[in-house]
């Protein structure tokens, strides 16, 4: 059972609104991401971390942001709430010996209303 | 580009049945092909991975085959049960990098 951690599950906000989605992992992995997934489809990269310190962006363009200050640490922020925002996001982590295979969260399931 | 595809959106199988989930992949230069098992309400769980230079990898239940002739990857689960029902992504990567490519999902319905 993997030990990574996404709250709040599930967040439903108005337009606008400021959030940060948290992510922990008590695996050690320095390799954290984001990705968002809308119901049943393919996931999309929108952020990642290497470790302490380093995020970069995914392929996927998007309005939120990282931080990476305690390895097992990894949140999510969004300034300013959309409802094209709308979508679970999902935490994953991985070692950097096997970076392919990744070990997820549950998810937040957001609706911006 | 690269992309990852899956032929068929669902597949139904009567429990106790063999069940193969097919995908298609574009990147030739990818290291590790990997499916991995998403249940309702949760995140996607790691099943089992294969680095380009194998064919075939087993796993309890569970066996990937990989074709790099036709750029094909397929999951088989043996003997499938209820507990086996979710939605399968195959994903690809490149050793030391980052991104990890899912695909499209296959739901597998099991029939009791």
């Known amino acids: 059972e993997a030990d990574i951690y996404q709250t709040p599950r599930y967040l439903v906000i108005g337009t606008g609104k400021k959030i940060t989605l948290e992510c922990s992992q008590t695996m050690g992995h320095d390799k954290m991401y984001w990705y968002q997934q809308d119901p049943g489809m393919e996931l999309h990269l929108i952020h990642y971390?290497?470790?302490?310190?380093?995020?970069e962006k995914g392929d996927l363009s998007s309005e939120s942001t990282v931080s990476r200050i305690r390895t097992e640490h990894f949140p999510l922020t969004l300034e300013s709430a959309r409802p094209s925002h709308t979508s679970q996001y999902l935490c994953?982590?991985?070692?950097?010996?096997?970076?392919?295979?990744?070990?997820f969260g549950p998810g937040t399931r957001l609706t911006v209303t | 580009g690269e992309s990852v595809g899956l032929h068929l959106p669902t597949l139904s199988v009567q429990e106790g049945d063999n069940s193969i989930i097919n995908c298609a992949y574009s990147n030739s230069a990818s290291d590790y092909f990997i499916w991995y098992k998403q249940e309702s309400g949760k995140g996607p769980q790691f099943i089992i991975d294969i680095r380009s230079n194998m064919d075939k990898r087993q796993g309890q239940r569970v066996t990937v085959l990989l074709n790099k002739t036709v750029k094909h990857l397929s999951l088989q689960i043996a003997a499938t049960q209820p507990g086996d029902s979710a939605v399968y992504f195959c994903a690809e990567n490149h050793t030391g990098g980052f991104k990890t490519i899912f695909g499209a999902g296959t739901r597998l319905f099991v029939k009791a």
């Open positions: 971390s290497y470790g302490v310190n380093s995020t």
């Open positions: 994953a982590s991985s070692r950097d010996s096997s970076p392919h295979e990744q070990y």
